[in-house]
């Protein structure tokens, strides 16, 4: 008696090969067929002027663009990106700092980038610890506002970026006011297990700093009644932090 199967399972041992690895090329080539033409678009956006002199950054392509692109994967594509903007900096005969980008572009570049692969961690690492660290409090403030706006959107994988730029806007702005806002972010939103304590421990430093030990003394005591703290060593701490606060009260008295 003859066996029946349908015709996707009847192929023979060297045909499956071939038709899967014959798909693959095809979508190889035609990602990378997509790069060439992007880059040549790239290429032609800021060197279509004399090379002698700074080109700006081009508006980025739009999302529905960028998808389109990807041809369904849109990782080769990010990967591309991220590196050519990394690198816009680097001109024929230029060294261009990073003051002479056009920093709302670049964020618009960045954000795009993020819709195209959100998973990406590097968008945000470069906000945070490139263009972030530029010692222009102007640009500075519009990447570090960035980084917090993409923090709310996605808080227990996107801490480390906010508590990178809390710490410049204390160290290297010298804005408290600004580092409380980030640090007051990270305790409402980054309570994930995997996040460390001193995230949202951060908080209560910053407010210490500001000379407001009644409202670090309050933070101090919703901590320690939280049911989810288990840990010896975040309990010790936040018990010393509190004893230390009401010796300083006293003593102040």
Known sequence: MSSYCRPS???TYNERPYKLSRHRYVITYSLLVVIALLSQWLFYQQFSE???DYQPLPPPPSASHLQLLSLGDPIPLAQFLNLWLQSHDRQPGLNVSYRQLDYPRLIRWLEQLIRLHPESRYPLLAAAKLYGN???PERQRL????VYHQFLDHPEERWQWLAHVAILAKHDLNDLPLALKYSQALTE?????HIPYWVRDMQIIILKDMGKHESAALLIGALLANDELNDPKEI???TEELENLAIGTTTEE
Do not use: E, K, T, W
């Open 143 to 146: 990447m570090f506002d960035f």
């Open 236 to 238: 010790r701490f936040l």
């Open 50 to 52: 004399s090379s002698a």
């Open 134 to 136: 530029v010692g222009d």
């Open 9 to 11: 399972a009847c192929l």
């Open 189 to 193: 939103h980054a309570n994930a297990r």
